[in-house]
């Protein structure tokens, strides 16, 4: 059974930086690729930012530029360092895995104030 646990959300000023941890329970070797993805109030569960196990990466239109994701093999780790954070990018943040079937992690809550 795979395990995800994601830190680092918090309160964050408008402007403000935060970086996500996913930390996995094997090696993130193993998957073919890995992501972060968020779910505002009364939305739908969005793509944020997505790496392969090759090192490529894809994110979506509305953090381009601001948000990074990238990878620590030896420390079974993702990151998402998210920049010039917005009102809109309030949502809880949930760390995925994918290895033919994917995994989810709990969710850490990343709320932006003005």
């Known amino acids: 059974q795979v395990q995800l646990v994601e830190s680092g959300g918090g309160l964050v000023q408008a402007g403000g930086s935060l970086r996500l941890s996913c930390v996995a329970s094997?090696?993130?070797?193993?998957?073919?690729?890995m992501g972060w993805y968020r779910q505002a109030p009364g939305k739908q569960r969005d793509m944020v930012a997505i790496?392969?196990?090759?090192?490529?990466?894809n994110y979506a239109d509305s953090v381009k530029g601001r948000f990074t994701i990238s990878r620590d093999n030896a420390k079974n780790t993702v990151y998402l360092q998210m920049n010039s954070l917005k009102l809109e990018d309030t949502a809880v943040y949930y760390c995925h895995a994918n290895k033919g079937f994917g995994y989810w992690g709990q969710g850490t809550q990343v709320t932006v104030s003005s």
């Open positions: 790496i392969t196990s090759g090192g490529s990466t």
């Open positions: 094997e090696s993130i070797f193993r998957f073919n690729a």
